[in-house]
């Protein structure tokens, strides 16, 4: 007992370690994911109950009805309550079992049991929604983060030139104006800070909802490595397997079988009962067997009806698949676009945009140097090139997400 116990506590003391190594250690983007979709989440554990509960339900529905017993004690005379008087007297006892119409058991055992894969294919859903959750929340962290750093490297280069402006204004070489813009450029990059600190907070928010401590983790500085996600045409033909048609699916297939059930109405039910009866003063005892069923005469305003109605409810489960798939490829058409223009967009930046920031900002602070051009100037040339860097991080952001949006919809975890 003293070694189990000396174990476990080895193993939490081991966890804890590796826990609190792990939490200097930057989140990667599968990690986060792969915390979230592995981890023992009431958000999953509800539906494998409800399939559970289901499929218990296939059993119990599948099953004949319990036998109906019945005694009485019959013709017993009046006046002398003499069991033996008259022949007629007998103390009976019956059983009766009835048998519902056609294949009504094997249908509710269907029925139950797509009932059963429609609560599977929901977690599936749930695992994936929150996959692109936790993805887009990683991502709005890993801009906030990466934004924050820099915007407090150029607000540490405007803080040094407010204090050489401090010491020119203070030789008389500079205006007050000067000065006051600075400072007010350096305020407006304060609340910059304040306002990425806050995004950061808000995505940590939402990442500890699915990864608990982990969200608070720092962020790596790079992006992992996005692979192409394949064409429209590709992405298109696996939507068919995307998690909530499949639910529609199933939906489709309980709604046949209650079609299926509709049917069996037009079948007759059918009882089969014996009974037997004890007399007194050595008379001879009855059996009796006996066989009842049910006809459907007047199926119109029953049967017919409860088919006609089975039967549109299974079109109009066909139809929320139809429209299910709409959304989807709307929703990849719109991310696949978002894709393809923002690589591109990218691709400028890294080019093009950036280089000529900086040579802009090297550019100005040379004129500056040399007395060709004014602080305000100088001023605008760094803070468009903190701009230019922004913008391009922003880019590299949103092109993730857009790939999140399409991972989401192939089930690629690329």
């Known amino acids: 007992m003293l070694k189990i116990i000396s174990a476990m506590a ?53 099953q004949l009805p319990d036998p109906t017993l019945r005694t009485a004690l019959a013709n017993v005379p009046t006046d002398t309550f003499a069991f033996g008087q008259e022949p007629m007297t007998q103390a009976q006892v019956g059983l009766r079992q009835e ?80 000065v006051l813009r600075a400072e007010l450029e350096l305020s407006l990059l304060d609340d910059k800070l304040a306002e990425l600190q806050q995004q950061r907070a808000t995505a940590e928010a939402e990442l500890s909802r699915f990864i608990g401590a982990n969200a608070s983790r720092p962020s790596p500085d790079n992006l992992p490595a996005f692979t192409s996600p394949g064409t429209v045409d590709e992405i298109e033909a696996l939507l068919v397997r995307h998690p909530i048609v499949r639910v529609r699916d199933a939906m489709i297939g309980v709604e046949e079988t209650d ?70 490829r709307r929703d990849l058409v719109r991310a696949y676009a978002d894709w393809t223009q923002l690589d591109r967009r990218v691709a400028l930046y890294d080019d093009a945009v950036i280089k000529r920031a900086n040579e802009t900002a090297d550019a100005s602070v040379s004129a500056y140097g040399g007395g060709l051009t004014d602080f305000p100037e100088l001023i605008r040339s760094q803070l468009a090139e903190l701009d230019a860097e922004l913008k391009r991080l922003e880019l590299r952001v949103e092109r993730a997400k857009a790939w999140a949006r399409l991972s989401y919809l192939a089930g690629d975890d690329q």
């Open 99 to 178: 048998i519902p119409r056609g294949s009504t058991l094997r249908l509710n055992r269907e029925k139950r049991e797509g009932e059963a894969e429609i609560e599977r294919m929901r977690r599936e859903a749930t695992v994936r929604n929150v996959a692109l959750s936790v993805r887009l929340a990683w991502l709005d962290k890993f801009h906030a983060a990466n934004a924050q750093a820099l915007v407090e490297d150029s607000r540490n280069a405007v803080s040094e030139l407010v204090d050489a402006l401090s010491a020119s204004f203070a030789q008389g070489k500079l205006t007050s104006q000067d």
């Open 259 to 328: 079609v299926d059930l509709a049917k069996q109405a037009y079948k007759p039910a059918w009882a089969i009962e014996g009974g037997y009866g004890a007399r007194g003063a050595d008379r001879p005892d009855f059996a009796s067997v006996g066989v009842s069923l049910t006809i459907p005469l007047f199926t119109g305003k029953r049967q017919d009806r409860a088919l006609s109605a089975a039967r549109k409810d299974k079109s109009a489960a066909e139809l929320d698949r139809a429209t299910t798939l709409l959304d989807l």
């Open 10 to 62: 080895a193993a939490v003391a081991g966890l804890a370690l590796a826990n609190a190594h792990a939490a200097g250690q930057p989140l990667e983007l599968s990690e986060a994911v792969e915390i979230a979709v592995t981890a023992e989440d009431p958000a999953y554990a509800r539906f494998e109950v409800r399939a559970a509960a289901q499929e218990d339900r296939a059993v119990s529905d599948s």
